[in-house]
């Protein structure tokens, strides 16, 4: 049997593959975390055989939760197509509910997009009229959910004056801040400080999803200034190393 177009809707066609594979026998399955219009567009969505034509979902039921149908040859492809490792399997775990969306959207690197544009995207137009809101509640949390399915994404905000115009969304590289060139700039992905250097570093701002920009360094690279929040820091060789970010591929 021919899947066509598996990669259109994937968290929705994974999220299937998983209740599948839990219970293969149920005559029906609830979702969660899914929009009324995707699941609408696999009702109509066809799969191919040589002989046989049939669609990803047989029927749904929407109420304060959906609940949908799903015939025997469709859970015989969910079964055996979609193994345990796969990356349309592994997208089943995502548990932010803008994740999905963004899987869709990120899918050929590197994009520009204004804020607004995105945020129709994702079927928020009236949420978040706050950049900063945006970015915190929505782009970092995503993004940060992302990588439970290996995907390392890195963005960079162009202002015209001090408003956020455009975002270029492109695949990121995780370096130490020691590795770092001067005046290049990245998302703080992970700190593997132990106390009390761990307490220091949160006090002075650096936490998981904060930007981070490397200032300078002394000539043997000893110490090191970063700035985050606009506040400039000072940090040691070995606090440096413990902070690692992911930077865009593009110049900063």
């Known amino acids: 049997m021919e ?67 799903i015939n025997k040859h469709i859970k015989q492809v969910l079964l055996q197509k979609f193994k345990p490792n796969s990356q349309i399997v592994k997208m089943a775990r995502l548990k932010n509910s803008y994740s999905p969306k963004f899987f869709e959207i990120l899918q050929q690197l590197p994009i520009k997009i204004t804020p607004e544009d995105l945020k129709q995207k994702l079927n928020i137009v009236d949420k978040y009229e706050r950049y900063y809101d945006f970015k915190k509640k929505v782009i970092i949390p995503s993004l940060i959910d992302l990588e439970k399915i290996d995907m390392s ?11 956020v115009v455009e975002l270029i969304f492109t695949k990121g590289e995780k370096m130490s801040v020691d590795e770092m060139k001067i005046g290049q700039s990245g998302i703080i992905k992970k700190i593997t400080a132990t106390e009390p250097f761990k307490s220091r570093l949160f006090s002075l701002g650096i ?14 690279k000893n110490t090191y200034e970063i700035e985050v929040n606009k506040s400039k820091i000072a940090l040691r060789k070995e606090e440096a190393k413990m902070i690692i970010v992911e930077v865009n591929n593009e110049n900063n």
């Open 153 to 163: 994404i890195s963005f960079k905000e162009i202002k015209d004056g001090k408003k």
């Open 3 to 69: 899947v066509l177009n598996t990669q259109e809707n994937i968290f929705l066609i994974s999220k299937l593959a998983q209740l599948v594979k839990e219970n293969p026998n149920s005559e029906s399955y609830i979702l969660e975390n899914i929009y009324k219009d995707d699941v609408n567009i696999l009702l109509n969505k066809i799969v191919i055989s040589d002989n046989l034509k049939t669609h990803w979902i047989c029927w749904a039921k929407f109420s304060d939760i959906i609940e949908v149908g």
């Open 207 to 220: 936490v998981k999803g904060e930007k981070l920009r490397l200032l300078k360094h002394t000539l043997i």
